[in-house]
C-alpha cells in the first residue's frame, strides 16, 4: 500500500481538500471511476488518498477551471474570540434612523432615547447586538403602525 506522504513537503492531502474534491466532483457530474481517472491522468496515482497538498491542490484547480464553483462560507460569529464584541455598523445605524423617521420620531429625538433607554438601558447604541434588539422592536412597532385598519395611537385610521 502506498503512504499519503508527500516526499516534497512531507504532507499528504487533507481532510478539507479531500471534500473539496469530492464536492467539485459532484457537481461536475463525476462518479467515483471518472475522478480517478481524473487524479491518474493528471497525479499519475490510484488512490485519492496518496495525493499529496500540492497534487490535490492541481486537480482541485482542474476542477474549478472546468466549471465547478467553490461557493465560499460566511464567516460565523463563533470565529471571533469569545471575548471580542462586534460594534454596531453603519448600516445598522442607517437603518435605525430609517425606522425612526417611518415612526415619524424624527422630529422628537427624545422617543428614541426614551425606546433606547427602556431596551438597551443607555442612550446611544454600541454594540452589534444591541442594534439587531434595537431594529427588531422598532421594526415591530413600524409593523403594527403600518397595518389597515389598525388602532394606532388609540387613534382610528380613516
Known amino acids: 500500500?502506498?503512504?499519503?506522504?508527500?516526499?516534497?513537503?512531507?504532507?499528504?492531502?487533507?481532510?478539507?481538500?479531500?471534500?473539496?474534491?469530492?464536492?467539485?466532483?459532484?457537481?461536475?457530474?463525476m462518479d467515483n471511476d471518472s475522478l480517478h481517472a481524473l487524479v491518474f491522468k493528471l497525479a499519475g496515482k490510484d488512490s485519492i488518498k496518496t495525493l499529496s497538498i500540492s497534487e490535490a491542490a492541481k486537480i482541485i484547480d482542474n476542477l474549478i477551471e472546468t466549471g465547478a464553483k467553490v461557493k465560499r462560507k460566511r464567516k460565523s460569529r463563533r470565529d471571533l474570540p469569545a471575548n471580542v464584541v462586534e460594534l454596531v455598523t453603519v448600516e445598522q445605524k442607517r437603518f435605525i434612523k430609517y425606522l425612526e423617521k417611518q415612526l415619524g420620531w424624527q422630529n422628537d429625538p427624545e422617543r428614541l432615547k426614551g425606546f433606547l433607554r427602556?431596551?438597551?438601558?443607555?442612550?446611544?447604541?454600541?454594540?452589534?447586538?444591541?442594534?439587531?434588539?434595537?431594529?427588531?422592536?422598532?421594526?415591530?412597532?413600524?409593523n403594527r403602525k403600518i397595518k389597515p385598519g389598525k388602532e394606532v395611537n388609540s387613534v382610528k385610521r380613516q
Open 1 to 29: 500500500m502506498m503512504t499519503k506522504i508527500d516526499s516534497k513537503s512531507g504532507k499528504g492531502i487533507t481532510g478539507k481538500q479531500l471534500k473539496l474534491l469530492w464536492m467539485l466532483a459532484r457537481q461536475l457530474g
Open 118 to 142: 427602556k431596551i438597551i438601558k443607555r442612550e446611544g447604541v454600541r454594540t452589534k447586538q444591541e442594534g439587531i434588539k434595537i431594529i427588531q422592536g422598532l421594526k415591530s412597532m413600524t
